[in-house]
């Protein structure tokens, strides 16, 4: 054969793989790299993207710049345990008994049964079986054990995620080791109570045996009873918590026990950007989950440079130092050329928390904007309205903002369908991928959304067409003159909310704030406020019983579920990044 004509029968040979890989066909088929980036108890007015003037945010900032803002993003829960939960799986916390029934709204301890269940799927699992490296980095505060301190069945490694960094609770105001305790700030007279419980019952024992109604046998058997038990259930824990909880595990292995402050936020971006090294190497997609530490209590600073560096004290100093972690991350997506392949979410996992403080009474809690009250409150908007950012170059028009009704359970079917997957019925989240492509234009996937604080159904949000309407059930009970209670409101009625025989209706299309009710003897509530009723009946009948994570037996200190290294002494340190400077 003449070389040119077998030069043309070669390249028609060729055609058809070339046409099926040209660069454009490649480009749409391949699946994008997921980065979420997740903020402990960021408010939404805390950062600049969302009007902040005074402060420093530009890294949070650039993702809004190159990408869309949300202005109507909502968590599924006031508070982190159950909004994480509906975050990686798309569906209401309440479904999968992940909603407190008692004060206690998070897991307290490392060393208990309570978790994500087993057989719920994550966006992290779908990620991991179609192809992708996962990895969270960070906080995870969905459990650990379920029958042995080896199990690790709630882990984030049994829920999709191939590399785990972090701490599988949360910071707590108690591992400052300052002397603070959230025991302490949510309860102040514990101690004093249970004492004088425990007195009493110890009292009405002596009593028992001096009438002769109790023998002395049995007298003696119960008082010890009584002590070990208030001491074991309800003392101990409490000043252990920083002992038994504050630890650091890589994968499984427990590496740091306290938690050190020290190079803290640098060592969670350092191990960000060696999961991204090890994604590359293996040349498969990525779902990397920062799940930052700050900027919950307690504050602390381990960058140089940032401690008093804001113009909003020691709180501002984590806002910013945050906004530096987001910052090193985003560059190391460009340093290895993957922004432009790479999916950004940027948000918060509830509103600010705006009753904490430090050891020395410093604010401690962040900044919700405009809305009302707190974290941990269920019928105001302070705690569920958060910051969300969302990057996709190519996809997402930069600089782009939507005020569509938009919640965190939407991203699990949104990433599923990024990475090609079905998206399964069920589910409580819609996708936003059109809204992502138009965001001016597409109006919100949901017509109605619910809002939990614990089991108790608070709020009622109708995106109908007369605007976004809401129907509180409840109110937070708060302290007079202020949006806060002592230190947390709680979700039961009596117990922080009020709830109210006849619901309250807002417009929150003209009050966002929540400040002007829409009178219940008007044209317009009893027009509305049956339809509202009757999708709140529709929700609940979809409901079924699943076993709540929640109990106390589930959610007690369980010894032999305690992880604890170099035991007895319970003290090791992470020499990982010892050499690298800070
Ligand atoms: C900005 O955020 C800081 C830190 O939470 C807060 O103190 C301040 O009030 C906020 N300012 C504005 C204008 O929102
Ligand atoms: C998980 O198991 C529980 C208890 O067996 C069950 O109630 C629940 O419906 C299951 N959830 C899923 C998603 O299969």
Known sequence: MPPIKLAIVTLLLLLPSLVVTSPTEKATKKQPNILIL??????????????????????????????????????????????????????YPIRMGMVPSIQMQVFPFTASQAGLPTNETTFAKVAQRSGYRTGLIG??????????????????????????????????????????????????????????????????????????????????????????????????????????????????????????????????????????????????????FMSFLQVHSPLYNSVPGYRGRSAHGWYGDNIEEMDWSVGQILDALDKRGLSDDTIVYFSS??????????????????????????KCQGAVDGGIRVPGLLRWPGVIPAGSQSNALTSQMDIFPTLLEAMGQPV?????????????????????????????????????????????????HYSPNWLPGTEGCRYICGCMEGLGSVRHSVPLLYDLSTDERETAIVPADSERYRRLVPQILEAERRHQASLSSVPSQFTFAKLMWRPWLQDCCNFPLCNCRDTKYDSRPA
């Open 349 to 374: 996992d509830n509103g600010g928390h705006i009753e904490e403080t430090t050891h020395t009474g410093e604010r401690a809690g962040g900044h919700n904007g405009i809305y009302r009250g707190s």
């Open 424 to 472: 399964p019925s069920g589910i409580d989240g819609r996708s936003i991928t059109k809204l992502l492509r138009q965001p001016q234009s597409t109006k919100s996937p949901h017509d109605f959304l619910f809002q939990y604080c614990g089991t108790l159904l608070h709020a009622v949000r109708w995106n109908s067409p007369e605007g976004v309407l809401k129907l509180r």
């Open 38 to 91: 997740l903020v402990d108890d960021l408010g939404f007015g805390d950062i600049g993207a969302n009007g902040n003037t005074t402060i420093r945010t530009p890294n949070v900032d650039r993702i809004a710049k190159e990408g869309v803002r949300l202005s109507h993003h909502l968590t599924a829960a006031p508070v982190c345990t159950p909004s994480r939960s509906a975050l990686l799986t798309g569906k």
């Open 139 to 288: 906080k995870w505060h969905l459990g650990a054990h379920c029958s042995n301190s080896k199990d690790f069945c709630h882990h984030p490694n049994n829920h999709g995620f191939d590399y785990f960094y972090g701490c599988l609770l949360t910071l707590l105001k108690d591992f400052s080791g300052l002397g603070e305790s959230i025991l302490h700030s949510r309860f102040p007279h514990y101690y004093r109570n249970i004492s004088l419980t425990l007195l009493a019952t110890l009292a009405s024992l002596g009593v028992g045996y001096k009438i002769g109604i109790l023998p002395r046998k049995l007298c003696i058997f119960l008082a010890l009873l009584g002590v070990l038990v208030t001491g074991f259930l309800f003392c101990l824990p409490g000043y252990l918590v920083r002992t038994v909880n504050s630890q650091l595990h890589r994968q499984t292995e427990l590496v740091e026990q306290p938690i050190r402050f020290e190079k803290l936020t640098q060592r969670l971006v350092w191990e960000g950007e060696e999961f991204l090294d090890k994604a590359v190497d293996e040349g498969k997609p990525f779902l990397l």
